[in-house]
């Protein structure tokens, strides 16, 4: 009797060991089909303006009712020139869409941060202030932004301070004297601005931007 009870309990710890890796797998599937479920879709470019070199593209992106924009040109200009024209931030009011003003908070060559005040018609003017994350290589810049949020740089009365911006300026060297030039950015303007009449002017935003930066050129090219 003593050893059938020693076999059955054997026999079942054995059963048990054996239902290890196969409890364990489907915790790890479960595991990854909650990781996928999380991961948010990725919505396709749709063009929605195609002038004077200039192409702009627009999605949607989850999670938030504004759309995500995205201007791309080439300019007849080296690199080293549209780095120049970006970099002087003052002077972004002069071809920044809506931009009335834009100043320096910390001047630096890497992680530089801004900030900048926009308007719109029949409203309040929101203001952001912008982190910049540039990389540099021989062919290619890319400065990575988003809005932050800095205690010594409080919103103005009567500004709604943007809850949300990010986006990258892309700068690539596609022969001696041209750059292929890319805008992205997407942004929350804040307040209780309808979403309908905000992505109304998502277009205008990035064409009005690159054409205005492509007159700043012979300036810059001295």
């Not at 048990?16 to 595991?31: C, E, G, Q, S, T």
Request: with cysteine.
């Amino acid at each position: 009797m003593k050893y059938q009870l020693k076999l059955t309990a054997f026999i079942t710890a054995c059963a048990l060991v054996a239902l290890i890796p196969f409890y364990a797998a489907a915790k790890d599937d479960k595991a990854k089909d909650a990781q996928k479920s999380e991961v948010k879709k990725e919505h396709p470019w749709v063009m929605k303006k195609n002038k004077d070199g200039i192409q702009v593209f627009v999605r949607d992106v989850d999670g938030i009712d504004f759309k995500e924009f995205l201007g791309v040109t080439v300019m007849d200009a080296p690199m080293a020139v549209i780095d120049r024209i970006i970099s002087d931030v003052p002077n972004q009011v002069n071809w920044m869409c809506d931009t009335i003003e834009s100043k320096v908070i910390k001047n630096d060559p890497v992680n530089p941060i801004q900030y900048n005040v926009v308007t719109a018609p029949l409203v309040s003017n929101r203001d952001v202030v912008i982190q910049t994350r540039i990389v540099r290589t021989p062919t290619k810049i890319v400065r990575t932004f988003q809005g932050i949020t800095l205690d010594s740089v409080p919103p103005r009365k009567g500004t709604v301070r943007m809850p949300k911006m990010v986006g990258v300026w892309m700068f690539e060297a596609v022969g001696k004297n041209q750059t292929k030039v890319t805008y992205q950015n997407l942004a929350d303007p804040g307040g209780s601005l309808p979403s309908g009449l905000v992505n109304m002017t998502v277009v205008k935003m990035p064409f009005v931007t690159l054409q205005n930066m492509k007159a700043q050129i012979p300036k810059f090219s001295k």
